[in-house]
């Protein structure tokens, strides 16, 4: 119990302190990691098995948030395919330049290991990409797919080497696995009868862990990879969405453990840091290259700049890769040591860029040439709103509610905006206008300042950062109209109105309001 407490007491203390630096907690839990591993902490039982539950149940929402047809489409396996190969040549270029440098522990060292070095720092990492995509609220965004369809494929070439280096193929029996497909059916009926609360957190724990992670390991593929498709099987139940956010604050305290796990890899000498600092300067390569492909395939400069942002890290796939080339012989011990430093530094950097990286992004654009638009990809090309009198933003139960309010009471013309594919598709068969654009586009604003009709914007996204972000790029397009916005706490209502917005209605403030109106109107009519 007193080490639970210490690692406990720890990682608060770091992530507290991460949060007071206005940088996100994940970036407090590594640090935290590296102070326990540098003291000589005692170990703590099952942090490994936590730590592997968390990053499941994390694929797993990815999985329930996931179209399996977006990882068919050129612009995923070709970037990450090109971008790979480019990586681990570029890499090795550079390792062989820090060995003429006179790098200590590149000296010697043959071909095959940096190629192997190189390919390890090729993987972007999966945990840390989507929490920055949940904080922002962009995981169904347009660059939040191809993000997530790049790191699913760089992940299933991770399960590939693993496969060949290990000389481990899955067993015979995985072939069965295809028997997941007609039983999804059976799974959906089992959904429905399990409602909501409690029992649908269990379940859905139960199918990242049972017939996903562990039936999949025991069949010899990547039970992370079993998580994942599990998730996808059940992507398409009405109650994905509810599962996905009751998950989360769960699978958000595991993941603590895989943060801090990170930094007990061994303890790192002078000569260990000194490289992995070194190799922090292959990052802007690694972004600058994902966005340069992602533009040539068509994406709009904006688009392919915040994906490279966001996939400029190194990942914990790479540690992984790293651990089964020393266990096969093919790397030295240390670089698993020099991997898992440069992993966690590159997490801190990546945190600091992706906490403004979509004003990056917008200021970054300047630097590469802009397309016609009628050659742009066809899910990046943007759209106009008419002669709207209104725009929501964000399309949950309580956008959509505000949009036929809106329309139907107060006869405005009211488009709704959504970049969720899925559920644009759904309220447009429902019989609303919507469109699909990023609320955080300064572009999508400065089109919507040109059209002049526009009196009234109502922020209903889901998340605090993406309505304020949405509100800065409302003010720096020079809207004039009213804006309303939605919040879940008080301070983030301050904030909001601190900020600039005309009205804010807290969430739970205004259910309770309206209820009392409700409850005041039945008591008047027995009268």
């Not at 991770?158 to 059916?185: C, D, K, Q, Y």
């Not at 080339?325 to 992706?354: H, P, R, T, Y």
């Not at 206008?433 to 002049?452: H, P, Q």
């Not at 004039?480 to 209605?505: C, K, M, N, P, T």
Request: glycine content about 10%; some cysteine.
């Amino acid at each position: 119990m007193d080490v639970i407490a210490l690692y406990l007491g720890v990682a608060f203390a770091g992530g507290l302190l991460a949060r007071l630096a206005k940088l996100p907690p994940l970036v407090g839990f590594l640090v935290a990691g590296f102070a326990l591993g540098a003291v000589g902490a005692p170990g703590l039982p099952g942090i490994e098995t936590i730590a592997e539950i968390g990053v499941s149940l994390l694929l797993f929402t990815i999985g329930l948030k996931l179209d399996v047809r977006t990882l068919a489409k050129p612009v995923i396996w070709i970037t990450m395919a090109t971008h790979m190969a480019l990586s681990v040549i570029v890499s090795l270029g550079f390792l062989g330049l820090l060995a003429v440098a006179g790098a200590v522990l590149l000296g010697g060292e043959s071909l095959q290991t940096l190629a192997l070095v190189g390919f390890a720092l090729s993987f972007s990492s999966t945990v840390f990409v989507i929490k920055v995509l949940e904080d922002r609220s962009d995981a169904t965004s347009l660059y939040g797919r191809v993000a997530v369809g790049i790191l699913i494929m760089q992940d299933i070439a991770a399960v590939a080497f693993i496969v060949v280096a290990t000389g481990e193929l899955p067993s015979p029996w995985a072939l069965l696995l295809v028997l997941l497909l007609p039983a999804r059916r059976l799974l959906h009926r089992l959904w429905d009868a399990v409602g909501h609360g409690e029992l649908q957190v269990l379940f859905g724990v139960a199918l990242a862990l049972g017939p996903g992670f562990y039936l999949f390991e025991h069949l010899g593929i990547s039970g992370d990879l079993g998580a994942l498709v599990m998730g996808m099987l059940l992507a398409s139940h009405s109650g994905a969405g509810e599962m996905s956010r009751s998950l989360m604050s769960l699978k958000d305290l595991m993941l603590v453990a895989f943060f801090l796990e990170i930094g007990l890899h061994g303890t790192p000498t002078l000569q260990h840091v000194g490289l992995a600092v070194g190799l922090l300067l292959l990052l802007p390569l690694q972004a600058a290259g994902f966005a340069l492909l992602l533009w040539m395939l068509r994406l709009r400069r904006r688009t392919a700049i915040l994906t490279g942002l966001v996939l400029g890290n190194f990942s914990e796939f790479g540690i992984i890769v790293a651990a089964v080339g020393s266990d096969a012989g093919m790397l030295d011990e240390e670089w698993l040591i020099v991997i898992s430093l440069a992993v966690a530094m590159s997490f801190v950097l990546a945190a600091v860029v992706n906490r403004r990286g979509v004003e990056i992004a917008s200021a970054l654009t300047r630097f590469l040439p802009a397309k016609d638009p009628s050659s742009l990809h066809p899910d990046d090309r943007l759209v106009d709103i008419g002669d709207a009198d209104a725009v929501v933003l964000g399309l949950g139960r309580v956008g959509t509610t505000a949009c036929a309010r809106l329309r139907d009471e107060y006869g405005l013309h009211v488009v709704g905006v959504e970049h969720d594919d899925q559920r644009v598709t759904t309220l447009q068969e429902q019989g609303f206008e919507v469109v699909r654009a990023d609320a955080t586009d300064l572009e999508f604003w400065a089109r919507v300042k040109r059209a002049g009709h526009v009196r009234m914007a109502v922020l209903a996204m889901p998340f605090h950062n993406a309505n304020l972000i949405a509100l800065s790029r409302l003010q720096d397009a020079g809207f004039e109209g009213q804006v309303a916005a939605i919040a879940r706490y008080d301070d983030d209502a301050a904030e909001l109105r601190r900020h600039g917005a005309d009205s804010v209605f807290h969430l739970y403030g205004a259910a309770g309001a309206e209820l009392a109106d409700r409850a005041a109107e039945a008591l008047s009519a027995e009268r």
